[in-house]
Structure formats: C-alpha cells, structure tokens
C-alpha cells in the first residue's frame, strides 16, 4: 500500500485533502503541529480527525517557532485582526515560511517511514497572500525535498508533494469534501483563541462564505454563527 | 550592519563558519537545535561559543523530530558505531532532512529579523554521504526560500544560503580556522552523549585527522584524545 504523509492542521482544507488522499488508497500518516499559534484548538480538531478517518498513525510536532513573534498567530503582543475578504496586501497573521517548516519537517518523516508521497491542503486561489501557498513554492521544494534526502537522491525514491486544490477555490474543495464524506463539523478554521469561533477574523469569512457559495450546510456552525 | 542567520550546532564547522561570518562584518544571528540527538552537550557548547563570538542573539529551537528515530543520533533503540573515515555508505548517524529542516526554520527567522543572509558550515568534499551537505541541495533550498517568504517573493529581498566551506576539506577549515582565532576548545564534535569524547565514532576520528593534517592543535582534546 503506498504511504502519505498529510499536513492536518486541523482546518478545512487540510481534512479534504485527508479524504481525497484516503480515497485514493494511500495508507494515511497524518502530521500536525503545535508551532506556539493561538488557536490550539485546531490541534483537538485534528486529533479527532484522525480517529474518523482511520488513519495508521498520527504524529504532532512541537516547534517553538514563536519565539521571533512576526505574526498575529504565535505574536501574543499582537491581535488578530478583523478579517476583510477582499484585501489584497499581506495580512499580519503571515507566519514567516510556515509551510515550508511544516514540508521540510514531513519531508524527514516521510523518509523516516519510506513513504513517497506528501500531501498539503493550499491552494493559489485563495491564498491571501501567502506566497507559501503557490505552486512555484510547492515546486520548488519538491526539488529541494529530492535533492536533501538520501531516499530522494541515492536510493532513486523520489518524493511527490500533492497540493489537489492549488488551482481549486475554497468553494470547490468545499464540494469536493462534501462529496467524499468529509466530517466538516468537526474542523476547526478560527484564527483567534477563543472556545468558539468569533465568526469575523479572516479565516471564518472566508470559510464563511465558503461553505454559502457551495451550497454546503456548515455542521460546525449554528445560523447565527456559533459553533455547536 | 548587514544581518547573518548562522546555523550553530556547536561544533567544528559551524564555529568556523561563526567567525567567518563575523569576519565579514555581518551581524550575527545564532540559532541552535535541540531535536532530540543524544549529544546534547554540543548545545552547551554553542552557548559559549556566542559569547565569545558577541552574537547579537542566539535563539535556541526545540523540536521533537526524534519521535520517528531513524537515526543513531536520534534514536535511543540505536547505537552509534565506531568511526571508519574510509566509509563509502550512508552512516546510520543520517538524521532525515535534517539540514532541510534547519533551512527551514533559519528562513523563517531570517525573515522575522529582516536578514538576507543565512550562514551554514557544511562540505561536500567530507560529507560521509550525507546527501543534505552537498551544493545541489543548497542551491534548491536557496530557491524553495526565496519562492516560499513574503520577504523574497513580494519585496525584492532575497535571501543568499552562504557554505563557504562546502568545496573545502575539514583540514582546510581548521586552518581557516585558525588564522581567525576561533576558541576551538569551545566547540563539541563527539556524537556519543558522554562527558568526554569518546574518541571512536566518525565525528571524532574526523576532527583528529583533519587536527593532524591541519597541523594545528586541538584545544579541546588531550594527547590522549580525552577531553580536557
């Protein structure tokens, strides 16, 4: 059976991706971190994830990348701010070089099980900016990935990185998961700490408006927004 | 005053590196892991080396990368072998992706810090098959990073991977070394997670041959090879 390693944050794109990837037979190993962000409880979420998706093994990261602040996300002297879905420049909730920590980090994993396929939940559509969402960084390095690792580079066992929806809008993922089963109620998408979702940061918008363009009833959340 | 990430394991290379750096005039910024590997002392010798170096900051990062073993360095299960410096596989001392990981991270704080300039003291002429040390790699890191930060990709702020030592032999760099007065007494090379050096794996029997061919003493170690 072919092994994936798939970056579960706990969110909506990544436990899609955790479907399209169980519905094409790959044997799932599933890989979150606590990188010191504020919303940890996407990290229950992801946990709870795992548990319905059948998952062979589930392993989360502690990192102390917070340390060098630089967010809204990790930076606890900053706030989050309110969200705005049709802005155009860097929000301050950019960690620097995430995905490529989270990459790099289920690259040493991937090698460390022999598995030869990875897969990230990021799309270029909707990427708010976030230059670690596009497909030239995804290229870029998967051919870091094959030069650095010696099941890549010596052993001929190269590494594919899977990004499904890097063309795809949140509504069209959104589509897909409702089509494969995904439990959407139990994702977890706020950027702020709070027991229940605040319904204006960036992140619950545009999952927001999402699931209403989709079409896709929101199991996570009651009409007037709360969380259930 | 330009601004230097340095990767800072504590031993040879990177104090070498360390000094090369300050030499240049860059202001310098260390950043250290803890991941697990048994010979943690080698974090302690980072933290001195900075203070005689006059770092700007030295950050330390923590990340529980053993958690998949596949390594000697990482795994308690495993042992690590004598040394055999005429060696052609791949040493069971391999961390995967390790220097990816290291990259990685050093992006994101570089991009935190504003600094265009990350510092790493790895060889590909003494790189014991450790494919992560070779300039391919480095190459396709240092392009995964500029196409991955908002720094690189949006402001016109690219970041180089410096490896001055990577078509150098250790021998070389000790010289180097040498020349710039690095406290070579300071650094920690031995793999084995004892008080002293074991005198037996890979990492010591290179550090005393390339001492020897060097010329230079080693400040760190007895004529008997123990520490002193």
């Not at 991706?17 to 990290?43: I, N, P, V």
């Not at 089963?181 to 700490?193: A, E, H, K, Q």
């Not at 999952?207 to 259930?228: H, N, Y």
Request: proline share 3%; with cysteine; charged share 25%.
């Amino acid at each position: 059976m072919k092994r994936a390693v798939i970056l579960l944050s706990g969110g909506l794109d990544s436990a899609v991706t955790l479907w399209l990837a169980k519905s094409e037979g790959y044997e799932l190993f599933t890989l979150s971190f606590d990188y010191g962000q504020r919303h940890k409880k996407e990290l229950e979420a992801a946990a709870e994830i795992t548990k319905v998706a059948g998952v062979k093994e589930h392993r989360l990261v502690t990192i102390n990348m917070d340390q060098w602040g630089g967010s809204s996300l990790t930076d606890k002297n900053m706030e989050v701010e309110d969200g705005d879905v049709n802005r155009t420049d860097i929000p301050v909730t950019y960690v620097p070089a995430r995905n490529m920590v989270f990459l790099s980090i289920a690259a040493s994993y991937a090698e460390a099980i022999d598995a030869q396929n990875i897969f990230i939940g990021v799309s270029q559509v909707d990427y708010s900016g976030y230059v670690d969402c596009r497909e030239s960084f995804i290229k870029a390095m998967e051919n870091a990935i094959n030069q650095g690792t010696v099941m890549a580079a010596e052993k001929n066992r190269p590494i594919t990185i899977h990004a499904p929806f890097i063309y795809k809008t949140k509504t069209e993922e959104i589509k897909t998961g409702a089509k494969l089963g995904v439990p959407f109620g139990l994702t977890w998408s706020c950027y702020r700490g709070g027991e229940k979702p605040c319904g204006t940061c960036d992140s619950c918008l545009l999952r927001a408006k999402a699931f209403q363009e989709a079409g896709v009833v929101d199991e996570g959340i009651t009409e007037t927004g709360e969380r259930k």
